[in-house]
């Protein structure tokens, strides 16, 4: 089955775009594949209320699958974010109240439906809640169900667990992995689910649910995996001096969402293009072969078209527009990021540059931006900065805002009124 004229099937897509890391049975699923409609998922846990653009590789996969013709499912872990992942932690993350849970999985179901098509007809995607089979499941029903068919031997065996043996891993972790090995089989169950997909990280629980499959639904299932996607600095993607790369506009607007990606690497634009947008691979090839200052063009396009995948058109516009008024080349610098503040503000000795980067969330920390001044990537009105206790005063107003700069491409603005 094929509906993507640019390539012969779902997994080759994945392969040339960079998604495919590992397989349980490539040549068995392939076939499944190529004989109808196949049913995959991917999970999501609810640790804030908004995704951030390292769970952008798991909902691009369930994208593309869903334009190969098939049918994606979105999980939300509102069960298993009571237990919480330990995959790729060196810690217990911090237990949610179930309040907390909740109000997560409201924002992270609307950002979730921007990107796939849900509903009830031919090829529409669900979204599920694991909180609807797991919260009121019987401990003890549950370990003489499930529990049973686990081998610890095999589970220590596992790398989610395996790699943190060393700094230690709670036994309420180590239940996470059946969990969500019974999440494969619910799905399974109920939906005709066939594939998991899922970071390279995920590979054992992959695993795990699939052998539960076997055992208790005696159903052939297959798991995919991405790898997980560094720069080519070897950093974590998505992490920045203000922290996570969010997707919600109100934590990261879309002003600096377009401007992260306008700043990448050069190294890792093809990559990123393939990854993280639909065009095709002619157009991506073409935006390749772009070298020194040609390359800015292929990194604007990258940003245009992930912001409007994450935003909207308007918004990747609006963006773009914003930028170019940011670094004079004409445009409108509305969407600059801007926090509003009182001439009374400014009165006497002002307010401390150190105390207004952490509240604009420019940085997270008071010892970040101390840095940044002293390493001379903080600027006012386009003047750096070298004194740590630099204050902000009246005289600093022009046409009514205060311009700062972090680094090359970062601006906020304060508008300051009355």
């Given at each position: 089955m094929n509906a993507r004229p640019d390539f012969p099937s779902y997994l080759a897509e994945m392969k040339w775009r960079g998604f495919f890391e590992q397989c349980t049975d490539e040549a068995a699923l392939a076939e499944l594949m190529a004989a109808g409609p196949v049913t995959g998922y991917a999970g999501f846990d609810p640790t804030a209320d908004s995704l951030h653009i390292g769970s952008l590789v798991p909902i691009m996969g369930l994208l593309h699958l869903q334009r190969h013709g098939h049918r994606p499912i979105a999980i939300v872990g509102g069960g298993t974010a009571m237990v919480g992942d330990p995959s790729g932690k060196t810690e217990l993350r911090r237990l949610l109240t179930v309040d907390d849970i909740d109000r997560n999985l409201a924002g992270i179901r609307a950002q979730l439906g921007r990107f796939l098509r849900l509903g009830d007809g031919p090829g529409d995607g669900l979204m599920v809640d694991n909180g609807d089979w797991l919260r009121d499941k019987s401990y003890i029903d549950f370990l003489r169900d499930v529990g049973r068919h686990f081998s610890v031997n095999q589970m220590l065996a596992r790398d989610s667990v395996k790699t943190r043996m060393e700094t230690g891993l709670s036994f309420l972790e180590f239940n996470y992995m059946i969990l969500q090995a019974y999440d494969f089989l619910v799905l399974n169950r109920d939906h005709g689910c066939r594939l998991q997909v899922g970071g390279s990280d995920q590979w054992g629980n992959i695993c795990s649910g699939i052998d539960l499959c076997r055992r208790l639904g005696r159903a052939e299932v297959y798991g995919l995996t991405y790898p997980l996607i560094m720069t080519a600095a070897g950093e974590k993607m998505g992490k920045t001096a203000a922290g996570a790369v969010w997707l919600d506009a109100d934590r990261t607007s879309p002003y600096d969402f377009f401007q992260y990606w306008v700043n990448v690497d050069d190294r890792d634009v093809g990559r990123f293009l393939r990854l993280y947008t639909l065009l095709p691979p002619v157009r991506v090839q073409e935006l390749e072969a772009l070298q020194g200052a040609d390359s800015?063009?292929?990194?604007?396009?990258?940003?245009?078209?992930?912001?409007?995948?994450?935003?909207?058109?308007?918004?990747?516009?609006?963006?773009?527009?914003?930028?170019?008024?940011?670094?004079?080349?004409?445009?409108?610098?509305?969407?600059?990021?801007?926090?509003?503040?009182?001439?009374?503000?400014?009165?006497?000795?002002?307010?401390?540059?150190?105390?207004?980067?952490?509240?604009?969330?420019?940085?997270?920390?008071?010892?970040?931006?101390?840095?940044?001044?002293?390493?001379?990537?903080?600027?006012v009105n386009g003047e750096a900065v070298a004194d740590e206790q630099r204050r902000l005063v009246a005289a600093d107003v022009q046409d009514g805002r205060i311009v700062l700069q972090l680094g090359k491409k970062r601006h906020h603005h304060l508008r300051i009124e009355g």
């Open positions: 800015r063009q292929a990194k604007q396009v990258l940003a245009l078209e992930v912001t409007a995948l994450v935003h909207g058109a308007e918004a990747a516009q609006a963006a773009l527009a914003a930028a170019r008024a940011a670094f004079g080349g004409g445009g409108d610098a509305a969407s600059i990021p801007a926090s509003v503040h009182t001439a009374a503000d400014l009165a006497a000795d002002g307010l401390a540059l150190i105390d207004v980067l952490v509240s604009a969330g420019l940085v997270e920390s008071k010892g970040e931006a101390r840095r940044l001044v002293r390493q001379g990537g903080v600027r």
